[in-house]
């Protein structure tokens, strides 16, 4: 089993950037996190280090372990985050008061800068108008965070709002709307920022839904 992360190392993956993964230290922590495959360092200037999936996981891991499985074998919800602990994008339906509408705005913008700026750094040819690995890799929480980016409303935040959700397909997510128009809006915003949309209707209850996935070219 690998060894776990020193406590110094530990507070440089904790202190990542909570979109993007975007690493600062030393240069002898950074070097150290690279060697343990926690890390890596970017080809192209300014050189900046971000997390692997494996820094990924350590980041989102409690500090203690994960806890025990109940002897049942249920599976139990994972207890909440503090607020503003970690950067969060909202799907939509999330429980619980989130912070002040000016502190949300300053962080969602904060977040969505940090993306453009992954897409700068991990796309071949550092565009930016169109999505990156990662966001492939983290298909709601993307597309969420690019419609609260461009001021579109979660669901139960105070009201109606969008609900975006994992469907089966591949790379693909269903973006929920309460109407035409807001769902309109949403396909105009998902499209802006580098999705393929297209709207369809369930077949049970007839309401209209969005699939979205992001754009490789």
């Known amino acids: ?28 922590q950074l070097a150290a996190l690279v060697g343990r495959g926690l890390a890596f360092r970017h080809p192209r200037p300014p050189h ?51 912070p002040p509408p000016a502190v949300r705005a300053r962080e969602v913008h904060s977040a969505w800068q940090g993306l453009l700026e992954l897409r700068r750094m991990t796309n071949r040819d550092g565009a930016t108008e169109r999505p990156c690995d990662w966001e492939r890799a983290h298909l709601v929480p993307a597309a969420a965070l690019a419609l609260e980016a461009a001021g579109q409303r979660p669901a139960g935040d105070g009201g109606e709002g969008y609900r975006v959700r994992a469907t089966p397909q591949p ?47």
């Open 1 to 28: 089993m690998a060894r776990p992360p020193t406590a110094a190392q530990r507070r440089v993956i904790d202190a990542a950037d909570p979109v993007t993964g975007r690493l600062r230290g030393t240069e002898a």
């Open 48 to 98: 900046a280090h971000f997390l692997t999936p494996a820094g990924h996981r350590i980041r989102e891991a409690a500090p203690d372990g994960p806890a025990e499985a109940p002897a049942d074998g249920s599976a139990e919800a994972p207890p909440p985050q503090p607020a503003g602990a970690v950067f969060s994008a909202r799907a939509g339906g999330e429980d619980g008061p989130g």
């Open 171 to 217: 790379e693909a997510v269903a973006v929920h709307a309460p109407d035409g128009a807001a769902l309109e809006a949403c396909a105009a915003v998902l499209t802006a920022a580098g999705w393929q949309v297209g709207a369809h209707t369930d077949p049970r209850s007839r309401s209209r839904y969005l699939l979205a996935s992001p754009r490789r070219a």
